[in-house]
């Protein structure tokens, strides 16, 4: 494995550190900034409509400036939003940070998810490269509560919380010493600030074009709906699983129940690794080409996540929650890989920051509205039966992917 191949990996970490965060401390940071379900939704929001206008930004900044610089702006960002979010004691104190982590985030995101595609498989599987890329979102997503979970039975809420902030500074060892990252745009010239701007302004009237291309815009409706569905999940399992184990097991002390509902998002993350890792390896294995045939991997995945929902709606024993959680970390794992995948296949390289912004950022809108529809839903009644919210977007998606899938390939780029 190259340096380079391992900076997107490192970055696509960060990123699921970054989308688990929030889930993983909310036991612990809804009473300690006095807020309920529904002002912590708001606080989800809040992060995701940052991580959207972020994410159209980023994107076009990434094909004027490329990989490595995009990397740093996000590992330190994330870092210290984080170190910010973990002194706050009030809720208007972790507003901001929540609103600056978007920007990190979405820088991570964009150098891990537009340099994976050109640097492994030689750049002629992105549907496959993206899949391995994002089996380290999920180990972001498994560690990072996990961690927390940890540290909040040995230290303090701010040293447990700042711990991760360390954690995301260390990937910029390998992201300034790695050698030949992708170059995308080599006549782009930016020696002054007002080249740069140029450039950027240049980048979005190109990128305004994209916005007519049927393929960009399918894949951006797709990741609405998948990104509704995992960042309800990322941020809400905590809260499902707490509410199983005390309908199966009675009277179980705080702790025990905020430990228990915090190891359910970190099983649904093994099983997303899982997916993600056999998504990308398997396809090439026996000679099935994942690029080409995505649409209907995506579409059947949505099928089983809708399948496994229903069955959450009704789980009643800690034990099914545990299988269920792991089921749905294994549904969804391939549906967003390949859907950049597939979208990227259609496009040419030098364009790949501006299409991936585009379609994070409409697909952000899902994240911004829907985990927030169930924090709404809850009050007065159950993580639980607000899940019933996530149906028809599996509906939807499996529908829009099939139509993405049978997109053709544009001469844009």
Known sequence: MSAVTLVAMLCSFGLGACFSLLGSISVKLMPRVKIDAGKFG?????FMFSCLIASLIIGVVT???????????????????????ASGKTYRAVVIPCVLLGVGAMALNT???????LVLFDGQNPAAANNLVNVFFGLGLFLTPLIVSFLFRKTSYEKAVGA?????????????????????????EIATMGQFFTAVADGVVAAAK??????????????????????????????????????SEGAVDEDVADASGQRLLSYFAIAMMAGRLITGLLPGKIGFDLTANGGYVIAGAALVSAVVIFMMMNCRKSKTAILLAILSGLAFAPCFPTTVGVTFSKFSPEIYGSVFGIIFAVGLAGAVIIPKMM?????????????????????ILAILAIALGLTKASGTG
């Open 42 to 46: 708001t606080l989800i929001s809040i």
């Open 63 to 85: 094909d004027v400036i490329g990989f490595k610089w995009i990397a740093v702006i996000g590992f330190i960002a994330t870092s210290i939003c984080i170190f910010i979010l």
């Open 111 to 117: 150098a891990a998810n537009t340099m994976g595609p």
């Open 164 to 188: 991760m902030g360390v954690v995301l500074l260390l990937p910029l060892i390998v992201v300034f010493s790695a050698k030949g990252y992708p170059v995308i745009n080599e006549g782009v």
């Open 210 to 247: 994209l916005l007519a291309e049927p393929a960009v815009l399918l894949a951006s409706f797709v990741l609405f709906c998948y990104i509704a569905l995992e960042s309800s999940f990322c941020n809400w399992l905590p809260s499902f699983g707490k509410e199983v184990l005390k309908k």
């Open 375 to 395: 924090g709404n839903m809850s009050k007065g009644a159950t993580i639980q039966k607000s899940l019933k919210l996530l149906l028809p977007a599996c509906i």
